[in-house]
């Protein structure tokens, strides 16, 4: 179907239980969810609606309320990306998406279990997530490195529950970065208060096998790097000094005169 994802649930028996097709709705959701808000940057939940739904095979066509066939293809390519074995993330496939996909092994266990999820859009071959969905997407978390070091970015999207997160969008890379702070209700305080401003995060910065960032650990600090408008701006040939802005050379035989 044109501009919609489109996911199969095949019953490991011959029929698909009320359990097996509501877990695999929520784990669809989280993952679509956490890749749209990567790719569009938006804060609230975009709403997506059900196109068309088949009663044979549980099968369900999805598209969000807006069309965006970018958004569509993004989800599809690096789904079927990952199946194939990769050993680094697809575009806009961040940690939580990672996690996302990774979780779904869960389909494929206990009594209520799929046999494999099948996914299209748009008339492209289809892709098959099977229960080594887990492996494949380890394959891509394990092969990366990690650093001391920090890295600027607007925060945004905190989140509570659990082991508390914020994510930043990096400055150079432009990617969303989930940053784990702990639990210490001065810590979350702080974090809320920065909420949307732009900021620098000191800590075990994470990177996955490309070099993009994925997460940062053991913070030590976050700084508030808002740009303060009542300090005097330099211009080329020129350093801001106590008394203004003034050409280089005056303010070095200033200082030499001392």
């Known amino acids: 179907m044109d501009n919609a994802l489109t996911f199969s649930i095949y019953p490991d028996g011959e029929t698909v239980s009320l359990a097996l097709f509501n877990k695999t709705l929520r784990h669809i959701q989280r993952l679509v969810m956490d890749v749209d808000y990567a790719v ?3 804060k609230g939940v975009r709403r997506w609606v ?3 739904l088949h009663s044979s095979v549980p099968t369900v066509s999805i598209r969000p309320l807006l ?3 970018m958004m569509i293809e993004t989800i599809r390519r690096g789904i079927s990306i990952i199946t194939q074995g990769t050993l680094e993330p697809p575009d806009h496939f961040d940690e939580g998406s990672l996690d996302d996909l990774k979780r779904m092994a869960g389909l494929f266990r206990g009594r209520d279990r799929a046999r494999h999820l099948e996914i299209s859009s748009n008339g492209f071959e289809k892709t098959l997530v099977r229960e080594d969905i887990g492996e494949k997407v380890d394959r891509i978390l394990q ?3 990690w650093n001391l070091g920090s890295l600027e970015g607007t925060l945004d999207a905190v989140n509570l529950h659990g082991n508390p997160t914020f994510t930043i969008w990096a400055r150079i890379s432009k990617a969303p970065v989930r940053c784990y702070f702990p639990q210490d209700k001065g810590w979350k305080e702080k974090v809320k208060s920065l909420l949307e401003k732009p900021v620098l995060v000191s800590g075990r910065v994470h990177y996955f096998r490309n070099g993009l960032p994925r997460s940062i650990t053991h913070i030590d600090d976050v700084l508030d790097r ?3 408008n009542t300090l ?3 211009t080329f040939g020129s ?3 106590k008394e203004g802005r003034q050409e280089s050379y005056l303010v070095l035989r200033k200082s030499r005169e001392k």
């Open 50 to 52: 059900i196109e068309e």
């Open 67 to 69: 069309p965006d066939p």
């Open 143 to 145: 092969g990366g490195d």
């Open 40 to 42: 569009s940057r938006e």
């Open 226 to 228: 808002t740009r303060d």
């Open 239 to 241: 350093i801001p000094y």
């Open 232 to 234: 005097p701006r330099a």
